[in-house]
């Protein structure tokens, strides 16, 4: 799997997108992978304002929109029409179901489908990362893209591609290598990137 970087012939608005984002003093680089289904995962994330600089940059990089999950009972009547129009997926997190083997399906039966997700789980300090990035890659068989957002320098990049290779240390070591030089917004509430040993969690 590799990526390539691209070359943006932007539109109007796009353009205001961009100009904001090199106005508040940032610049920031995409690799659209070769092939439309893969999970972005973006991290550090402590603080809400992650959120505000990653979706100018994704206005400003022309970055397609990404899907979403939410509990399928949020995609009832009109509110739950308009929510998959914009990309939402519904999933039942019910004991009985297996949320990892959902994501997979919607993943096969899809011709597009771009998954983002923060690792963490919480903008609070966490000592381990979630595994459900990981084990829905594997079982989709997708490829995991890594997303930066450094503070210290006003970067974001996104491109990198992660190997799944079910060798969760390993694995774990590398993605953990390619975040050690990046500085979040809050350093207190960065924890050490690693999954729980022995870990069940999705």
Same mark, same amino acid.
């Given at each position: 799997?590799? *990526?390539?970087?691209? /070359?943006?012939?932007?539109?109007?608005?796009?353009?205001?997108?961009?100009?904001?984002?090199?106005?508040?003093?940032?610049?920031?680089?995409?690799?659209? &992978?070769?092939?439309?289904?893969?999970?972005?995962?973006?991290?550090?994330?402590?603080?809400?304002?992650?959120?505000?600089?990653?979706?100018i940059f994704s206005r400003a990089?022309?970055?397609?929109?990404?899907?979403?999950?939410?509990?399928?009972?949020?995609?009832?009547?009109?509110?739950?029409?308009?929510?998959?129009?914009?990309?939402?997926?519904?999933?039942?997190? /019910?004991?009985?179901?297996?949320?990892? #083997?959902?994501? @997979?399906?919607?993943?096969?039966?899809?011709?597009?489908?771009?998954? *983002?997700?923060? &690792?963490?789980?919480?903008?609070?300090?966490?000592?381990?990362?979630?595994?459900?990035?990981?084990?829905? *890659?594997?079982?989709?068989?997708?490829?995991?893209?890594?997303? /930066?957002? #450094?503070?210290?320098?006003?970067?974001?990049?996104?491109?990198?591609?992660?190997?799944?290779?079910? #060798?969760?240390? *390993?694995?774990? @070591?590398?993605?953990? @290598?390619?975040?050690?030089?990046?500085?979040?917004?809050? &350093?207190?509430?960065?924890?050490?990137?690693?999954?729980? &040993?022995? /870990?069940?969690?999705?």
């Open positions: 799997m590799t *990526a390539q970087t691209i /070359s943006l012939r932007r539109t109007p608005m796009q353009t205001l997108w961009y100009w904001l984002f090199r106005l508040l003093g940032w610049k920031g680089e995409y690799r659209h &992978p070769d092939t439309e289904k893969f999970i972005i995962i973006v991290a550090p994330h402590t603080s809400n304002f992650d959120f505000f600089i990653g979706f990089y022309a970055i397609p929109f990404p899907n979403f999950l939410a509990k399928d009972s949020a995609f009832r009547g009109l509110i739950g029409k308009l929510g998959r129009r914009v990309g939402g997926i519904p999933v039942n997190r /019910s004991e009985r179901t297996n949320f990892v #083997d959902q994501v @997979a399906a919607e993943f096969h039966k899809r011709e597009r489908m771009i998954l *983002a997700v923060t &690792p963490e789980g919480t903008r609070s300090y966490t000592e381990y990362w979630k595994t459900g990035f990981y084990h829905m *890659a594997q079982r989709a068989n997708v490829p995991v893209i890594l997303a /930066s957002i #450094d503070y210290a320098r006003k970067f974001i990049s996104c491109g990198d591609v992660a190997e799944i290779t079910g #060798d969760m240390d *390993a694995d774990i @070591a590398r993605i953990r @290598a390619y975040y050690a030089d990046v500085t979040p917004r809050h &350093p207190e509430r960065h924890g050490e990137i690693r999954f729980r &040993p022995e /870990s069940g969690e999705k």
